[in-house]
């Protein structure tokens, strides 16, 4: 058995044993589970550096014994070797024996666990801020703690306004509510009087249908209901309504508008009709119940019930309904109406013939009776109807009221019956009676337009129509469609021309014209009748069926009619005066309205609804009065508005009224005197609204959301009138509606901020006289109120000014306002309160003073002074400013609070020179009453740690609290207070290195371990505080801005970034370094007894396994650390780890070169495996150093060593190939020429074509070479048979053309091979002496032809592409592997080939 053998089975073994053991349970993994395959991998397990656990934790797990796992074997599997990746790992691997070569050991050793590292959970770091800890501060009377504590004064002194501002709302509102309540409503006695008659005539008269059966009882309380609003005792009420029943009834007058009709009958060939309408009013029902097709009094008001009989011929010849028959049957008609007013007959009479019609001549018409309206064919709308003539009013029964009832009464029959056509052409005519028993008032006759060409006409024209007894009167309308020739609406049209027996007797053959059967009829297209009984008070708006004349009629369609009921009254009163009614009817709203409020005990209750006895009497005395929905609107808007004024409203009623008011507008007009009233209810409601947005934090505070909501309303009210058509219509000289709104805020914000100045102005100009602290401190609270407002402002009133059509922005308005007046007070209290002069260099001529003195000496009194007045108002000016980004970015250029920071900047500034002062008194201080924390952790500090850290922490919160606006003044700042930090964590750290480096000389090792340790834990605690200033100070953002700017930047210059961070690092570096320094005397103790243990395990018997040979330096390094492992914090424990392994390090590289003499390849495989094995200890499975900081340049150094020393020879040798062969493919440059081949594989043998070489470098005297070149297969044990080969020598050239084949025999699986490649030398030939080496090319046959792709033939080859090799020289003339093999002097090939290559290096030019 080899000696090689014989070790791997003996480490074998041990290996085995090792990895059969486990822990025992509930403990943690710190043993050497699987070491040798975790330890052996490749990749690197990221560690996290710092893990922070609360304080007051268990004390950590230290370090678990390893016990044996029940029933494991000693004789395991070999331990499981990572595969390799890459040719270059498989060449360092040791090759495996032969299996009949390896024997069984006969006795193995007992195997016992390798030591570990314990590394237990522990401290990453503690608080940088334990009030728990430190008692410092009391030293300087918390003077740090002043200024970190103004934020939460702040805080309270917003919350402590915050509450007084509420209840000075509450305070404020009942007295400017009282100042703006006006009474504009005053009426004299006789006017109540006159209004309240007015009111009992309402009632008395009462028109229109009772809809619900409690109306009648709610009527007989009607007057009750006004006797009580009106506040009239029974006597004035007695006397009032007697007055009123003595009052003349009014007329009764039915409103009507024919809308349109639908689905009529086509009567003309176009399939289409020509429709019109004519319509009136009949009397005594019971008539027309027997002659009119049966036409019940139901079924003409509904659309259920008609029921039709068969008609007698005096019926048909008599009734309206039928006026024509015979009518052809030609498809369609030209459809038209017929409207006007028929009063009953005498009693027991029936209806009147064209005969009766003749008599009309002989009664005259009356006197006031104007000439009929023109009738055309055009549309017309109710307007243009409603604006006829005097006369043609008159003739719609809209003349004055001073005609009387009974002058009406004398045209009251209306029965215009047209007779069929006789079917013999020359029957005889019905004769005319020249006497009249009834006559008709033409006049009432009414007849819409006709429209052409249509089956569904739109008229909508307006007719009023007097009314006789409504309990009995019915609305009759007929639809006719119109021919060209003469027709009954033309007759009927020209029936008020009719002069004398001559002319009547025209208009009756005119008639009977229009009534044959034949061309130019006018054809009957149905009718409606309306009892008027039916109508209620609210009127009606709906379809009526057409009906026919009897069973056999085919009618169809329907009409859409409005009708309401009015009155004319009778009692003296002119036209001119007709817009009484409506001052009447809004004096009438007013006192209801005021008498419903005294129902609510908060006004702002009443939804806007009246009683439902007022609301009748409003309703009656509106239709009574024949008032448009347009002079509702207005009448109710100008009462709700004069009585908001003297009672508050909500504001939400208002805005409904004025809504309906404004949706009305455009469908009617007002008279002059009606907008004169309009108009000054709209500038009244105006000047109150304007008032109520002056005083509205007073009048809508924010306490709930009620006075918002009401806000809100306020502001669509007085948008809804500066959109208003009406508002600009009646008001067209006013202010526009947004300026006014706009002044009135500015108004109130000013007298609001004059207001709240009075709080704070208390002792100002005498504060300023000894400092200006109280002056200070009263403008901050100042500011804070104004931002308080600004914050409520935009929670509250910013969407109520915004969301309306106004569009006020009311944060942005009252910032600018704000902004300008506290600016000026504010620059005007600083110019006068100057900081004091710059104490930089005298601050730290002090601090200088404190390093030199001594702890034990009493340092000089200097006690710097600087008041947190200004902060407070720095901070409360920064709350200010925020409200400033709801300005416009155009306008923010013009404000002068955001530039009031310059005058605070030397306040910063001497805050920052103060607080080093007192930083390093209190670091003083701390030393001297250091003491240990009591935290119950193996990791100990001290108090003085947390103390320094205390002062970063303070500084940083209060520069957090600042918020600095101006880049360029905060990076100053930011390089101060780091450059404090920095210097005072020195001084700290300087002060703990003297107080360690004075412990006494009796200190115990132990002892000294212990004070070693909480030194550098206080160290890497101010270190790791250190290190989060440029986080905590917030510096990205600032430097970011800067770098930005600044053109230099750009340029290439320094930047601001890297600046801060050099300012970091250089800080954190210097007290790495002072930890470092303080932790080395630890390694340097050590060091010898490291190198004893590192000589025996290189030195020891090759028969020792490697484990134990190592077990002794693993003891040595387990119990030097077992002090600092539990003690230290983990950067701590890393730093005297990294200490210790570079020791280790270093004292292995000194065993392997220290003996000159060769060594066995033994030595470096136990060192190699060694060297595994430790670095195992220090990763400590993750808890020890990380594999970065575990595989640095040393130790990468070191194992490349150890792994090419226990190499052979062979593989050292293509090692070297591979290493040149990838330099080749990295080359681009051609210093020494190059080599044009082509290479391919067939057949089993490997073609090299040589074609030509160029600017081979010249190595003969006469400037040119004999070059040649040698080609050869590597590695030789893949190509056994390939003898290497060569080309002929070309003479005096420095570009040869060689242009030459050559054939290898070879295996597809050797040029498959990994590492398989050709070598080509080109050399110079020399007949004296030996050839010269002129360059070297490699190129890796595991890509070329045929290899790549085995199928191709050979005739593929022809055609392929030279392949250019760069020629190269070796310029490493320390090559590792050359320096490996260089010490194998023993070994005849290793020297051979190291004095081959020696030839082949460059040499210097």
């Known amino acids: 058995m080899s000696f090689l053998s014989s070790i791997q089975q003996v480490v074998a073994g041990v290996t085995n044993s090792v990895s059969s053991l486990t822990l025992s349970p509930k403990k943690f993994a710190f043993g050497r589970e699987n070491s040798t395959s975790s330890c052996d991998e490749g990749t690197v397990t990221p560690q996290v550096q710092h893990q922070q656990r609360p304080g007051g934790s268990p004390k950590p797990r230290l370090g678990p014994k390893l016990v044996p796992t029940p029933g494991a074997a000693g004789g395991a599997s070999p331990r499981p070797k990572g595969r390799a990746r890459s040719f270059m790992n498989n060449m360092m691997s040791q090759p495996p024996m032969p299996p009949q070569q390896q024997q069984p050991v006969k006795k193995e050793r007992e195997a016992r666990p390798l030591p570990v590292l314990q590394c237990g959970d522990r401290y990453t770091y503690w608080p940088e801020y334990d009030p728990s800890q430190t008692w410092v501060s009391d030293s300087d009377g918390s003077w740090l703690e002043q200024f970190t504590s103004l934020g939460w004064r702040h805080n309270e002194t917003i919350r402590s306004i915050r509450a007084q501002g509420r209840q000075g709302s509450r305070d404020m509102a009942p007295d400017i509510l009282a100042s703006l309540m006006k009474n504009e409503f005053r009426l004299t006695k006789a006017e109540m009087e006159g209004l309240f008659v007015e009111v009992l005539y309402t009632v008395f008269h009462k028109v229109g249908a009772q809809c619900h059966p409690d109306e009648r009882e709610m009527t007989e309380d009607l007057p009750h209901y006004a006797q009580t609003a009106f506040h009239l005792d029974q006597q004035e009420n007695s006397r009032l309504v007697a007055i009123a029943q003595e009052e003349k009834p009014p007329i009764l007058v039915l409103n009507l508008v024919v809308v349109e009709a639908e689905n009529l009958e086509a009567k003309d060939p176009n399939g289409y009709s020509d429709p019109f309408c004519m319509v009136g009013i009949i009397c005594d029902p019971e008539p027309l119940t027997r002659t009119w097709s049966g036409v019940s009094r139901r079924g003409s008001c509904g659309q259920q019930g008609i029921t039709e009989t068969e008609p007698t011929d005096s019926a048909i010849t008599s009734s309206p309904v039928r006026i024509m028959s015979g009518t052809a049957q030609i498809g369609f008609s030209d459809p038209y109406c017929m409207l006007g007013i028929q009063p009953a007959v005498q009693a027991g009479g029936i209806p009147g013939s064209p005969r009766d019609v003749y008599g009309l001549a002989q009664g005259s018409p009356p006197p006031d009776s104007p000439r009929p309206r023109q009738i055309s064919q055009g549309s017309r709308s109710s307007m243009d109807t409603d604006t006829e003539s005097d006369a043609d009013r008159s003739s719609s029964c809209e003349s004055p009221k001073s005609i009387t009832k009974e002058s009406l009464r004398k045209h009251h029959s209306f029965r215009l019956s047209f007779k069929r056509k006789p079917t013999e052409p020359k029957k005889e005519r019905v004769e005319h009676r020249d006497s009249l028993s009834n006559a008709i008032p033409a006049k009432i006759i009414r007849a819409t337009s006709v429209k052409p060409h249509t089956l569904n006409p739109r008229w909508n024209e307006k007719f009023r129509l007097d009314i006789d007894d409504i309990n009995y009167d019915i609305l009759h309308l007929d639809i006719w469609d119109h021919d060209d020739e003469s027709s009954v609406f033309d007759v009927v049209s020209k029936l008020n021309e009719v002069k004398g027996v001559k002319g009547l007797g025209r208009f009756f053959k005119q008639i009977a014209q229009s009534a044959r059967a034949g061309g130019g009829q006018d054809d009957f297209l149905g009718c409606v009748n309306i009892p008027l009984s039916d109508i209620p008070s609210t009127g009606v708006d709906k379809w009526y069926p057409l009906e026919g004349r009897s069973h056999r009629s085919n009618i169809q369609g329907r009409i859409n009619l409005k009708m309401w009921l009015s009155t004319r009254e009778d009692r003296g009163r002119s036209e001119e005066e007709a817009w009484a009614e409506v001052r009447q009817h809004d004096q009438l709203i007013t006192i209801f309205l005021l008498h419903e409020l005294d129902r609510y005990k908060d006004t702002l209750s009443w939804d806007g609804e009246f009683s439902k006895e007022a609301e009748t009497i409003l309703h009656q005395h509106a239709i009574q009065g024949d008032l448009t929905p347009l002079q509702l609107a207005v009448c109710r808007f100008m009462a709700v508005a004069r009585t908001h004024a003297m009672r508050t409203l ?23 005197e009606e907008e004169e009233m309009l108009a000054d209810s709209f500038t009244r409601f105006l000047e109150h609204g304007l008032a109520e947005v002056r005083h509205h934090r007073d009048l809508f505070p ?15 009210c007085l948008s809804l009138l500066a959109e208003s058509p009406s508002y600009w219509k009646v008001c067209p000289f006013h202010k526009e509606v947004r300026g006014e709104v706009v002044a009135a805020l500015k108004k109130g914000t000013l007298e609001w901020y004059a207001q709240t100045t009075l709080r704070y102005d208390r002792h100002r100009e005498a504060s300023i006289a000894t400092g200006g602290d109280v002056a200070l401190e009263s403008l901050s609270r100042l500011a804070i109120h104004l931002a308080l407002d600004l ?75 600087c008041s947190t007045s200004p902060f407070m108002l720095y901070l ?39 607080s080093a002062f007192r930083m390093y008194c209190r670091i003083r201080v701390a030393i001297l009453t250091d003491r240990v924390a009591n935290t119950g952790e193996p990791v100990q500090y001290t108090t003085s740690a947390v103390d320094c850290t205390t002062c970063y922490y303070l500084m940083k919160t209060f520069w957090r609290h600042l918020a600095w606006p101006d880049p360029c003044s905060a990076y100053t700042l930011i390089v101060k207070m780091m450059e404090t930090m920095s210097s005072v964590g020195d001084y700290y750290v300087s002060l703990l290195q003297q107080r360690l480096q004075t412990l006494s000389t009796d200190t115990t090792d132990d002892e000294r371990a212990q004070q070693l340790c909480i030194t550098v834990n206080n160290m890497e605690h101010v270190r790791y505080s250190l290190s989060l200033m440029q986080d905590e100070l917030q510096t990205e953002p600032v430097t970011q801005m800067l770098d930005a700017q600044d053109p230099r930047v750009s340029e290439g210059g320094c930047t601001y970034t890297e600046h801060i961070t050099g300012l970091v690092y250089e800080a954190i570096s210097n007290i790495d370094n002072k930890i470092t320094t303080s932790m080395t005397a630890v390694s340097e103790k050590m060091r010898v007894e490291l190198q004893k243990d590192v000589f025996h395990l290189a030195w020891s018997p090759d028969s020792l396994p490697v484990e134990e040979a190592v077990r002794p330096l693993l003891e040595r390094l387990q119990a030097s650390l077992r002090p600092y492992s539990a003690a230290l914090l983990k950067n701590n424990l890393n730093r005297l780890l990294y200490l210790l392994w570079l020791g280790v390090l270093n004292a292995l590289h000194d065993q392997i070169g220290k003996d000159t003499e060769e060594k066995q390849a033994a030595f470096f495989v136990r060192l190699y495996e060694a060297l595994e094995l430790l670095r195992c200890f220090f990763h400590a499975h993750n808890r020890g150093l990380l594999q970065e900081a575990l595989q640095g340049p040393q130790y990468s150094t070191l194992e490349r060593q150890l792994r090419l020393h226990k190499t052979t020879t062979e593989t050292l040798i293509e090692m070297y190939h591979m290493e040149r062969l990838m330099e080749q493919e990295r080359t681009e440059a051609q210093e020494y020429g190059s080599l044009f081949v082509r290479v391919y594989f067939n057949h089993d043998s490997l073609c090299v074509e040589v074609l030509q070489a160029r600017n081979v470098i010249p190595l003969d005297p006469n400037g040119f070479s004999d070059p040649f070149v040698v080609i050869e297969l590597l590695p030789r044990r893949l190509f056994p048979g390939a003898a290497q080969q060569q080309t002929n020598v070309h003479k005096k050239t420095l570009h040869p053309l060689f242009d030459e084949c050559f054939e290898f025999p070879a295996t597809l699986e050797s040029c498959q091979a990994e590492g398989a490649m050709i070598l080509f030398t080109l050399m110079d030939h020399d007949v004296i002496t030996c050839n010269d080496f002129g360059g070297e090319a490699f190129l890796s046959l595991n890509t070329i032809p045929g290899v790549v792709a085995s199928s191709s033939s050979v005739d593929n080859f022809h055609g392929l592409k030279p392949i250019e090799l760069n020629l190269m020289f070796q310029k490493d003339p320390e090559n590792s592997i050359l320096r490996v093999l260089e010490t194998r002097t023993n070994d005849k090939v290793a020297m051979e080939f190291v004095k081959k290559q020696k030839e082949r290096i460059a040499r210097p030019s």
């Open 650 to 672: 909500d504001h939400r009623v208002i805005h409904r009224f004025l809504l309906a008011l404004h949706e009305l507008w455009d469908s009617e007009t007002l008279s002059k």
């Open 702 to 716: 924010t306490t709930t959301k009620t006075p918002v909501i009401r806000l809100e309303a306020l502001m669509k």
């Open 876 to 914: 409360a000016l920064a709350e200010l400013s925020r409200f400033q980004e709801h300005v416009p970015a155009n306008e923010r250029g013009k404000l002068i609070l955001g530039t009031v920071w310059r005058h605070f900047l030397p306040a910063v500034s001497r805050w920052v020179d103060v």
């Open 791 to 865: 914050q409520s402002g935009l929670e509250n009133y910013e969407h109520a000014f915004t969301s309306t059509g106004l569009k006020i922005p009311y944060v942005a308005l009252n910032y600018k306002i704000f902004e300008k007046l506290l600016s000026e007070d504010t620059l005007k209290v600083l110019t006068i309160i100057q900081v004091a002069e710059d104490i930089e260099n005298e601050v730290w001529q002090m601090c200088a003073l404190l390093r030199e003195l001594e702890l034990s000496k009493e340092p000089p009194f200097y006690n710097p002074h």
